[in-house]
């Protein structure tokens, strides 16, 4: 595999720890994470591999950084040609009704520059009403939920992460 990049945004540090647990089910020494804060185009541009994670606030609106990053940054690179996979955070029991947007809204701005979106994930097992990130029966990526178990998260993260090692360059 090249190398990998995730890029996070994360108010209260949920989202982060997620991002280096899922650098420890991949191949820690491929993957570099990058806080979105502080986050440059280049550092993007030079990845072939780019997985994105953020959580949903409000209801339903971007994380505060990853909102400002995809303005000024993601929708300005070059990514034709790129594999992305997106994971989120949320909370499907206070949010059933926004549960994830997050991931929905990355892949709405992304849609039609060209990137091979990777990491779809079955729906089955989720409790929400309804969600921006879900498409068909999948969603665009993997979420992971405030309000399951962490073994739940643990094993779902472990099957997507699988799963990317055989969809990444
Ligand atoms: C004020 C507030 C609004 C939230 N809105 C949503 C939402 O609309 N949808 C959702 O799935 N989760 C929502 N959440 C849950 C967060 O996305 C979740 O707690 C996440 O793990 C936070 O990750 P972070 O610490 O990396 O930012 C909200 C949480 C708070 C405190």
Known sequence: MKPISIFYGSTSGNTRKIAENIKA????????????????IEDIEMYENII?????WGEGILQADFEKF???????????????????????????KSFADSMGIIFEALEG????????????????????????????GLPLDDNSDEEQNKLRMSIWTELLKSSLN
């Open 70 to 96: 995809l303005i000024n940054i993601l929708v300005k690179a070059n990514l034709k040609g790129k594999k992305i996979a997106i994971f989120g955070t949320g909370d499907s029991s206070l949010y059933p």
């Open 25 to 40: 089910n991949l191949e820690p020494g491929l993957v570099k994470i990058f806080d979105v804060k502080y986050a440059k």
């Open 52 to 56: 994105l994670g953020t959580s949903t």
């Open 113 to 140: 520059k060209g990137v091979i979106f990777v990491g779809e994930f079955p729906t089955d097992g989720y409790q929400f009403i309804s969600s921006l990130s879900m498409f068909g029966d999948k969603f665009v």
